[in-house]
């Protein structure tokens, strides 16, 4: 196993620079990690994520912000453009994406490219999401494109009955943006160890 930093180009001038850290697995299985707001590929769910992911054999990719994006649109197009590149680099691969909040803007890309994925917190309420990203998450459906989709009722971002329509569910009961339950830690500890054995269960028939 080995780990890498790629830098990538951004095609716009303005956009905030950004690179990847590979850690080199099996290079015909390849997931993209991709983070929210305020929320690294450091943070937990990424982070057990990626654990999970490397038992499996993935190799995987982070992406990681050298500095603060100025705008949601900006996200997107970084992502969108991340995940285009990187299947066209490596064509011969499978390809995982791995999104948290934020991280779920690639969806509508993920479906152009029939790219599973696991989406964390994904941006799907009325308030949050835009129709398209909403409209997305049917089409995994309908498309048969597997997808596992993870949230909290306390989450204004999250609304199960799209994420429903869209694939495999993990609905945590009174669980927040970050997958926690305030003022309880362990309940908090409990999530994470849910959220990582349904990422286990997921990719292991991938």
């Known amino acids: 196993m080995s780990v890498s930093i ?3 180009t951004a095609i716009l001038v ?6 990847l850290v590979t850690t080199d697995r099996d290079p ?6 991709l983070p929210g707001s305020n929320y690294m590929a450091q943070a937990p769910l990424l982070w057990y994520a990626e654990e999970v992911l490397g038992i499996h054999g993935w190799t995987t990719e982070a992406f990681v912000w050298n500095g603060t994006p100025e705008s949601r ?9 991340v995940l285009r590149q990187r299947t066209a680099i490596e064509s011969g691969a499978t390809y995982l994406v791995v999104g948290k909040s934020l991280g779920t803007l690639v969806l509508p890309t993920a479906i152009d490219l029939e790219v599973p994925g696991i989406w964390l917190t ?3 309420s009325k308030e949050q999401a835009e129709p ?4 997305s998450v049917r089409d995994i459906g309908a498309l048969g494109i597997p997808g596992l989709f993870v949230g909290g009722t306390a989450d204004p971002a999250w609304d199960g009955d799209i994420a429903r ?12 943006h970050r997958l926690e339950i305030l003022g309880d830690w362990r309940a908090s500890l409990t999530i994470l160890t849910d959220v990582a054995s349904a990422i286990d269960s997921f990719v292991s028939v991938l």
């Open 73 to 81: 649109e900006e996200v997107r197009m970084a992502y969108d453009m």
């Open 122 to 124: 994904p941006l799907l």
């Open 165 to 176: 329509s869209g694939g495999t569910v993990l609905e945590i009961p009174g669980a927040t």
């Open 14 to 19: 303005t956009m905030t620079t950004f690179h």
């Open 6 to 8: 790629t830098a990538i």
């Open 132 to 135: 398209e990203l909403r409209a």
């Open 28 to 33: 015909d299985r390849r997931a993209l990690l």
